[in-house]
């Protein structure tokens, strides 16, 4: 039944690409799939020195060690790594046996699979389990700062809870905006002031007669999908503000203006009245790489930041076309 005909049907069947190794010449034979998977010539072995040169440089030396130390390890063994090729990058799962077993000939036998799917699948997940410990850390310094806020104009404790229960009750709306109930979606087509407004509302103060927050749109409609990614960014920035910017203090005011130019909808998010600023060491947070993504992958745009004496300023371009998905 398990003839060669067989055997390469099922191996097909399950994508596994075929590989062996001579451990005097270092000579790699591969089958075809394998060709393609590695991009390397068909015309007869190849070395291990040759496939290393499509190795990632991050996981280069960790392959050679494992790779040279399969011969003497017991039992089963399972490497995964990523190699570049055709400008993309694969992750590779390399198998086979230790300790010599099944070697033929001075010959050594292992499979080799493509487990980029499943390694995209992992990181997102990891990406999402790091968003969600972010957002909870910064959701505890957003409560602790609308406490003062809410405490900064009330004469009473029953005034305070009043207002505090409202700040929470906004942020809340603001947070399904940003992470929809399961089996829930965003609106499907919203004003963007509108947005804006309900993002930013936990964070405004009515007493203040000018205004502590000021939003200035054209009426421009955003879709769902970008309502969901804007209000990831916004409350990025609205929280980074909060702990650390104009709107920690009761001097400071924000101001948000968008205009259209050409193909783009450019917001200026600019803080003013807040404690000194001073640029951020080189180091990229979290916070900057999960906002920086959302506004390339999602919205086909960018993020830029200002930090003159008088407060921070964030620009923000967005693709129209996005915007209205």
Known sequence: MWDAERLRIATD????ALWSWNVDTDEIALDERAHKLWGVRRDGPVTFEELSRRIHPADLERVRKTFQSTRTMAGPYEIDFRVLHNDAVRFISARGQGDDIGIVGRIMFGVFLDVT?????????EMLAGEMSHRVKNLFSIASALTSIAARSAATTTEMARDLTQRLTALGRA???ARPAPGQTAEKAALLGDLLAALLAPYSDDAAASGRVRVSVPEVRVGGTSA?????????LATNSIKYGALSVASGTLDVRCTAQDGEMVVVWTEQGGPPVTAPMDTIGYGSKLVTRSMSGQLGGAITFDWPASGMVATLRMSKARLAV
């Open 13 to 16: 069947a399950a994508g596994i």
């Open 228 to 236: 969901t990614t804007l209000a990831l960014v916004v409350h990025e």
């Open 175 to 177: 947070h399904d905006l």
């Open 117 to 125: 799917e499943r390694k995209q699948a992992e990181e997102a997940r």
